[in-house]
């Protein structure tokens, strides 16, 4: 009688061993769903790295692009718009800057890039809306005086260009362009 007993304790000890190895291997199987992803996500980014350094930037966008369906991340964002801007696909880039700014609100360089790609787009007030909410963010951030500078000389405001190329001087004073402007803008007077 007393070997029963120590049998049914060792089948229930067991019961509950085999109960915490099922819980166990459910919630690490979970947790490799995520890394499942995690590991498709950085796949993907890093064949878009390769893709881009060896100066295929379509095949590095598509990688890029397909790594947001496993994770929004602000640097492929990035890499994503700075690649469309390069391509001259500035509707994209601009479509891709929006999309990031809704994951990624205050990123300084999508905010940078998506008025960089509005000025191109002569979009001048909407460019000068995202400039001023990127500086009142980040007051030194580089070029971004130098481009409100630019969308002023666009509009026939010089006074106000030059202040901002003076500005883009005395926090980047590394500024060719805006010394340049500024120098322009000496002799034409």
Known sequence: MVIEKKNYKNKKSMIK????LCILIFISGCDRKDDVGERNWRA???????H???KNIDMALKYWIESLDFKKDPL???KIVTSFIVKKEFNEGKKYAISGLTYFKNNDNLLFNLGLIEFILEEYDESMEILDRLLERNKYYP?????????????GQIEKAKKEFIEEVNINPGSKKAWK???????EN
């Open 44 to 50: 993907k980014v890093k064949l878009g790295d390769y």
């Open 181 to 187: 402007k500024i120098k322009e803008m000496k002799n």
């Open 76 to 78: 492929t964002y990035e």
């Open 17 to 20: 061993k085999f109960l915490l």
């Open 143 to 155: 070029e971004a005086h130098y481009l409100k500078g630019l969308i002023y000389e666009k509009k």
């Open 52 to 54: 881009f350094s060896n």
